[in-house]
Every structure is written in C-alpha cells, then in structure tokens.
C-alpha cells in the first residue's frame, strides 16, 4: 500500500454536489433525545466537558467558603475538627482532580478538531468514554462528603497518617481508587489529544503554522503521559498496604514515607505546569485576536512552554524542603526553581510586546480584561513562586498560609482566568457570545476577590498561622486578616456567581451554519459549522489563515478543499504526517454508539465497589466492562470493508481508505500507551531502589528473606524472549496462504507469555519472598503484579486477534489488530526483562 505523503497543491475549487453535503449531514447527525448520551462527536462531548468541569469548580468552591466562614472569627464551630479535615481534603482534590485538569482536556477536546482543521480527533468514543468515567466518579467522589467518608489527609494524603493504623475507615480508599480511576480520564483524553494533533492537522499545517493553543495542548498532554503515572503507582502502592499490608511507607518494616512525597510530588509540580501550560496557550491565542496583529516572538513562545515542562520535572522537592534532604541537593532543586522563571517570563513580555505593536487597536473587551487580570495575579505568584524557591526562605515559610497564598496566585491567576477568558473569547464559535456587561461585573468581582482574599493571607502566614487548622486562637494579630480573607472569598462567589448567571441567560448550545467571526480572528475554529465541523478541510498557507486569505471561509464552506465528501459513507478523518501535515490516508472514526457508554459504567462500579469493599459486584461490573470493551473493539474501525478502497480527496490527491503499520493513527496511540505503563514501570523500579537506598546498611534482601530462584528466573527470561519470536512470526505470517500457521504461531505465543509469567512468579515464590515481612519483598512482588497485570492484557489482546483471525476478520491488509497486539507483546516482554533484571541481578550485585 502506498502510504507516502503526498506534496499538498491548491486543491480544485470548482462547485461541489448538493448531494455530498446532503450525506455528510446525515453520516454526522446527532441521535435525538435521550439517545444523545450514546453521541461521541467532539461538538457535543466537548461542550458537556466544559460544564462538568465548571460544576466541580462551582462544588469545590463552596467547601472553600464553608472554610472561609469557619475562619472568619477565632474559635467558631461551624463545623468539627473532622469534617473540617474533609474539607479542605475535598477542596483541594476536586479543583486539582476534577475541575483543573478535566477543564483543560474538556477545552481542548471542544476546540480542537476546527482550529487544526480536522472534522474529528481519531479516537471520540475514547474521548467519550473519558468523559463518561470522569462526570460518573467524579459526582460519586464528591457525594462521599455527605456520608462522613470523604478524604480526609490533604490532597497529598501524606504515610503514615493515612495507613490503616490512624485512617482505618475507607475514607482513604475513596481516594486513592476513586482518584486513581478518574486518572484514566485524563490519561486517555491526553492520549487522543497527542495523535490529534499530531496527524488530524489540515493540509499544510506544518509544525511552525500550528497554533500555539496546539502546541500547549501537545505539550500539556505530554507532560499527563510522563507525570500521571506516579500518581497512580504512589495509589496503588498505598493501596495495596492499606490491603494487604505490604509495608511500602511503615520504616518499621524497612519502608519510608518519603516514598510517597517523592512519587507524589513528582506527579504534584509538574500539574502545575500541566494546567498553566495550556493558559497560557489560551492566552497566547486570545492576545493576537484582541491586538488584531501576530503573536510577537511566536517560535520564542512555543520553545518557552517546552522549556516549562522540561525543567518542571525538576522541581518535585520544592514541597519537600523540610524533610531533611541534604543542602547540595536542595540547591539543585532551587536552581530549577529560578530557571523556570525565565521562560515564563519570556511568554509575559511576548504578550505586552503584542499589545504594545497593536498601538491603539486593542479591543478592551471582557476576554481582555481577564487576560490583563491574568497577568496581575499570576506574575505576583510568581515572584512568590521565585521567594519560596529559595530553601531558607522556604523552612520559615512552609506550612503556613504564605503557601496557600502562592498556591491560589498561581493557580487563580495561571489557570482560572485564563480559562473564563476563553471562556467568553470562544462562546460565539461554539454557541452564541455571552454578555459584555455582566462578563465585567464578573471580572471585577472575581479579581477583587481574589486580592482581598489571598493577598492577606501573606500576612498571616508571616505572622506564624499554619495551614490546615480548623480554628485559630486570639491574641496574635490574626483576627483582621482572616476576616478580609473571608470577606474576599464572599466577593468571588458573588463573581463565580454572576458568571454563571451570564451563562444560563445567555450562552445557547449548538454552532450554527453561518456562525461570523466575532473578534475578526485569524485561526481555523471560526470556520467550523455544524456537527461535521467544516465542509471540506482546507489547505493551511499561515500561522493566522483567515488573515492570509479572507475569502478562506466562503472556499471551505463552498467544498472547494480538501475532503468535501465522505470518502467512505462513514464519519472519517484526513491523516497527515506529523510534521508537515501532508495527507496519508482516510480513517474512519467511531459515531454514536452504546459500547462506551456500558464501559464507562462498568469502569467506575468496579473502582467504587472495590471500595467499600464489594467483591463480587466488582468482579461482575469488570467483566462488564471488559465484554464492553471487547463489543467496542470488535464493532470498530476495520469491522467491514469501506465502501472504496481509495479516494480522491481534492487537487488530484488519491489516497486510501486503510492504512496498517505506523503510519495508522491507531500505531501512534499503542506506542503513547506504552510509554504511560514504561513511565509507571520506571517510578517503580525507582520504588525498589529509594527503598534499598534508604535501609542503609541493611542487608538486601533482609534477613528472613531470600533471592529470586536462579533456575526459575532463566525459565522466565527464555519463556519470555521465545513468546516475543512467536508474536513477531505470527504477524509476519499474517496474510499467507493458510491462515492456520499465523494462527498456531500466535497460540504458541500465548503459551510461552502464560508461561513466563508462571516462572516469573515461581522464582520468588520459591526466593522465600513475603510481601509482608519487609518492603524488600513488596517491592519485589509489586514489580510482578504490575508485569502480570500486563500479561493478563497481553493475553487478551492476543486471545482477541486470535478470535478475529478465526472470524475470517484478519488478513494481509486488514491486520491492525495484529500489528497492535505484536507492538504491546514486544513491550511486555521488554518490561518483564528489565524486571528479571532487577531482581534477580541487582541484589546479587550487592553481595
């Protein structure tokens, strides 16, 4: 198959059928009724995403003022030192988990497909079933404060206070496995987003043309692919102590709650950057538009947010300064802490310098002034940001309420302004605009409020009162400035408020036909109409491609581009090559259906059930889920031949309808997947050598525990290495004359991965390993549990194909299934050798 890009000409502008707009009206219509929630188009799922995420903004910020009026008067008892516990957990937790993060991907899924020029992202009903997993175990996390069984450790959950000795409820549980599925979503939006991106891109929209909102939504999902998973290995790590006591955090058992702080936190910086990244792109496109010229410094601002991410994963221990870490280590982590200014800095002065060029052409709007609000409050954040970089400042300020101050600036200023600029920037290009006079009674209300606020709490945290106290006691000056603080709060609710007001009375859903551009814009989401996006995809020449050609619109509209018909009698979508945006081959994409839907709830059952504890429901709403899953596979892209094998796309470009190998949109995918579980593997590995590394001079393995069975771990690493040359003669089998010796390969296959796996565990097993004795032997059996884990999926997968194969569904051409399968078994393997690796030949070393 010839699957080379094709050099992108001027397409054929001549007028098109009626009839080609007629069938992509009716391959994109929207289920009516009730039969909505089965939809996976991003112009509905993105829009839902959004008011979702608002909502969790909304609910979070009503236990914020519950806590504010708690702290308006010293020694008041609204509430009890427990509840208040919940509080300020719930607070913190539902904005990071579920308005922070989800209200970036919810942006970034509604926006994106017009503004790179794409009908669809590749993969909506993974999209839709994000959605469907974080709006069902986010209300369900939530309704846990009204049971008395909300988190009550801080957002950080800190060992030991929430081991089962001092948190034996399932107040704990409810977080680390309600928090730790709810990842998923945003794990699986970032997946989606980065091969977006990466090969949905409009014709000639090269690396350099794409917008810089793009380039903070790759990065952004980048950073969720490479921080995430420590978050979930710190969860599970702690879940399965609380379970099972395996003594990861208990140093009585040779563990460290350092462990936790290092996982966590090297999820926890790095989110910062992770929602302002994606701000500060909103930004970068909001300020050209209201200047009405180019972004000033363009390439300078996309290098500045890849710069952010890089050094933010080197900031981790700025939460940890007063946990004993040696001075020569601390001044590297402050270093970074100072280097991560500049590239921020250089964004601020890239956004004045854009003002400055437009003179007196700015538009003073609503967008503007949250944008000039924006600018305030995150640079006085950041300078606090420079303050607390610096480790002797940081002893005297930690755990006060100078902390909660930065904390807010930062993401008050770095995110939510940002955010409700955008939110009344691109109103008019999903919906209708909202309205000029209440988005200012809202601004100045949410800005003073902000100020009035989180500015005294400085003060106070100068003046010694700590964080994450119920009540305070009178006689040291505190009075004062935690009634402005709870007076500042009340002015931000009534902002909040007005917000929404403005929202319900004026924003009505749904784009229309002829939707003008607003703000005189130059970037392709003004273009988008109805459900299918754009009539035919048009070919990019510029960074701001309205303000290149004006008639741009009327060309697209008219189908004189690119795609102006459905290729294949399916929803579909161009895949270009990932840096020049040249054409490849037609996709087809999922529309409306309920497997994602069943997945989605037999997803959060089985989390919720486990934490209760509800075995069997568990297992049944898995199995659910699982057969969802398999329904969603099985009914997916390459169930039935498209109706041709090629098409003519425009400008005389001829490209096919199926695609295998790593130029598929779905390649791209598995090998993001895999660095997410290559991520998490790593965290631990690092898990197991932080935990030999802090017992000192103690043995490895401890007295009382034994080595890895040599004999048995040989089995292993050939059991292993033969299913990975099984796997890779199937696929090369694939499409032979008989199907049957692809098939025995990949049966053999299964065998010797099972078997490995066997080997693998019996080699500890025999070791006279206990997962409970000591965090040797938890480390140790932790690395299996995540390797089996991926070789029960391996076989899955591998049982899957199989099945395919013998439904006449797999073949020379259609073998995306096998190619996959093979990509993941290779990693699994890969994974399960670097874990032979390290148990049985590191200790050995040490010897």
């Known amino acids: 198959m010839d699957t080379q890009p094709h050099q992108v000409e001027t397409p054929n502008t001549l007028p098109r059928p009626e009839a080609e707009l007629a069938e992509l009206q009716r391959i994109w219509r929207q289920p009516p009724g009730w039969r909505a929630i089965s939809e996976v188009n991003n112009g509905l799922v993105g829009p839902l995403f959004v008011a979702t995420a608002l909502l969790f903004f909304l609910l979070a910020g009503l236990l914020a003022l519950v806590m504010r009026a708690q702290l308006a008067f010293p020694g008041l008892t609204l509430v009890n030192p427990d509840t208040y516990n919940q509080l300020f957990t719930m607070h913190g937790t539902v904005m990071m988990f579920l308005f922070a993060v989800p209200a970036v991907e919810a942006v970034a899924i509604t926006l994106l497909p017009a503004m790179i020029g794409a009908r669809e992202l590749p993969f909506p009903r993974l999209g839709a079933y994000a959605f469907l997993i974080y709006l069902i175990g986010g209300l369900c996390f939530y309704s846990s404060i009204f049971f008395g069984v909300a988190p009550d450790g801080g957002w950080f959950m800190y060992p030991p206070l929430t081991s089962k000795a001092y948190s034996p409820g399932i107040n704990t549980d409810m977080y680390l496995l309600g928090i730790g599925f709810i990842e998923i979503s945003a794990i699986a939006g970032a997946i989606e987003l980065i091969v977006g991106i990466l090969r949905c891109r409009a014709p000639g929209m090269t690396l350099g043309r794409m917008p810089v909102y793009a380039w903070g939504i790759l990065v952004f999902a980048g950073m ?52 302002f990244l994606p701000a500060a792109a909103m930004v970068s496109m909001i300020v050209p538009a209201m200047a009405g010229v180019p972004l000033v410094a363009h390439s300078l601002v996309v290098l500045a947010l890849v710069g952010t991410a890089f050094i933010s994963f080197g900031l981790w221990v700025h939460h940890m300064y007063a946990t004993g870490i040696p001075p020569l280590s601390l001044s590297f982590f402050a270093a970074a802490g100072f280097a991560v200014s500049i590239p921020s800095g250089l964004q601020v002065f890239a956004w004045i310098a854009t003002y400055a060029s437009a003179g007196r052409r700015v538009q003073f709007t609503t967008p503007s ?168 995809l048009p070919l990019v020449r510029d960074r701001y491609p309205l303000w290149h050609d004006p008639d741009l619109k009327r060309q697209v509209e008219a189908g004189g581009h690119f795609l102006p018909f459905a290729a294949t009698g399916r929803r579909e979508a161009l895949i270009t090559s990932p840096a020049e945006a040249t054409p490849q081959y037609i996709a087809f994409v999922g529309g409306p259906g309920w497997s994602h839907v069943v997945a989605a709830v037999g997803t959060a059952v089985f989390f919720l059930a486990l934490v209760w504890p509800f075995p069997i429901l568990a297992a049944v709403a898995g199995l659910v889920a699982l057969a969802a899953f398999i329904s969603w596979l099985w009914f997916g892209s390459d169930h039935a031949p498209p109706r041709t094998r090629q098409a003519d796309i425009g400008a005389g470009i001829i490209l096919p309808t199926h695609a295998t190998g790593p130029v598929t949109a779905s390649w791209w995918a598995m090998v993001c997947t895999m660095l997410v579980s290559g991520t998490a593997y790593a965290c631990l ?163």
């Open 685 to 847: 590995c690092g898990s197991y050598l932080f935990l030999w590394l802090v017992n000192g001079d103690a043995l490895w393995p401890p007295p009382g525990q034994g080595l890895p069975v040599t004999g048995w771990g040989l089995a292993a690493l050939g059991l292993y290495v033969t299913a990975a040359v099984a796997v890779s003669a199937a696929g090369r089998m694939l499409g032979g004359a008989s199907p049957w010796p692809h098939r025995i390969a990949l049966l053999a296959g299964l065998a010797l991965l099972a078997g490995g796996l066997l080997a693998d565990g019996w080699s500890l097993w025999q070791g006279v390993i206990h997962p409970t004795v000591h965090a040797y032997g938890a480390a140790s059996w932790g690395l299996y549990v995540w390797q089996a884990a991926h070789v029960l999926i391996a076989l899955l997968m591998g049982g899957y194909t199989l099945a395919r194969s013998l439904a006449g569904m797999l073949d020379g051409e259609r073998r995306l299934t096998m190619d996959n399968t093979r990509l993941f078994w290779l990693y699994t393997v890969g994974q399960g050798l670097v874990g032979l690796a390290l148990l049985h030949g590191f200790p050995r070393l040490l010897a």
């Open 369 to 536: 002034l949250f944008i000039l609000g924006f600018l305030f409050i995150f640079v006085i954040g950041g300078l606090t940001g420079v303050m607390v970089s610096v480790t002797p400042f940081d002893w005297q300020a930690h755990d006060t309420y100078f902390i909660v101050a930065h904390l807010h600036y930062v993401l008050i200023g770095g995110m939510v302004f940002p955010l409700f600029a955008a939110l009344y920037y691109w109103a008019p290009a999903v919906g209708a605009p909202l309205s000029g006079r209440l988005g200012r009674w809202a601004f100045w209300l949410l800005f003073l409020g902000t100020n009035v606020t989180f500015f005294p709490m400085h003060i106070s945290g100068f003046m010694g009162m700590p964080r994450r106290i119920y009540t305070f006691p009178t006689g040291f000056g505190l009075e004062i400035w935690n009634l402005i603080s709870s007076i500042g709060a009340a002015m931000f609710a009534a902002g909040a408020l007005v917000l929404l007001i403005d929202v319900a009375k004026n924003f009505r859903f749904g784009r229309q036909d002829r939707q003008e551009n607003h703000w005189n814009a130059g970037t392709l989401e003004w273009i988008a109409g109805p459900n299918y996006g754009m009539r035919s």
């Open 224 to 275: 969720v692919i490479f921080a995430f998973p420590a978050v979930i290995i710190a969860s599970t790590l702690l879940e399965l102590e609380r379970a099972f006591d395996w003594p990861f955090f208990l140093p009585e058992r040779g563990g460290d709650p350092m462990l936790w702080q290092h996982l966590f936190w090297f999820f926890g910086h790095p989110e910062v950057y992770v929602i």
